[in-house]
């Protein structure tokens, strides 16, 4: 069973940083996109910054120059550098990956259990 597990969240005051991790574990042959949504109360879950396997990224507007999204293909392991956070980034962040089972030829797509981030004076 593979599982998505971040850590990082917590309260943080306007101008501050956080950084999040997500550490991918159990049966995996290989991972494909890896990437970081987010959901505000009463919001719709939306894409923050995504990852390809060969190092290409993507971010929301909202957070270009701010964020930055990184990978560690050894540990299975994808980071969200948040820096300059704002009130309107306070949300639950999910942890999203498209992983290949090992002893599978197919992709299956996991999320974490999301971690809160809270940006607040």
């Known amino acids: 069973q593979v599982q998505l597990v971040e850590s990082g969240g917590g309260l943080v005051q306007p101008g501050g940083s956080l950084k999040l991790s997500c550490a991918a574990s159990?049966?995996?042959?290989?991972?494909?996109?890896m990437a970081w949504y987010r959901q505000a109360q009463g919001k719709e879950r939306e894409l923050v910054a995504g990852i390809a396997s060969g190092g290409a990224t993507n971010y929301a507007d909202s957070v270009k120059g701010r964020f930055t999204i990184s990978r560690d293909s050894a540990k299975n392991s994808v980071y969200l550098q948040m820096n300059s956070l704002k009130p309107e980034d306070t949300a639950v962040y999910y942890c999203y990956g498209i992983l290949q089972v090992a002893g599978t030829k197919s992709e299956y797509r996991y999320w974490g259990q999301g971690t809160q981030v809270t940006v607040s004076s």
């Open positions: 159990g049966s995996i042959f290989s991972i494909n996109t």
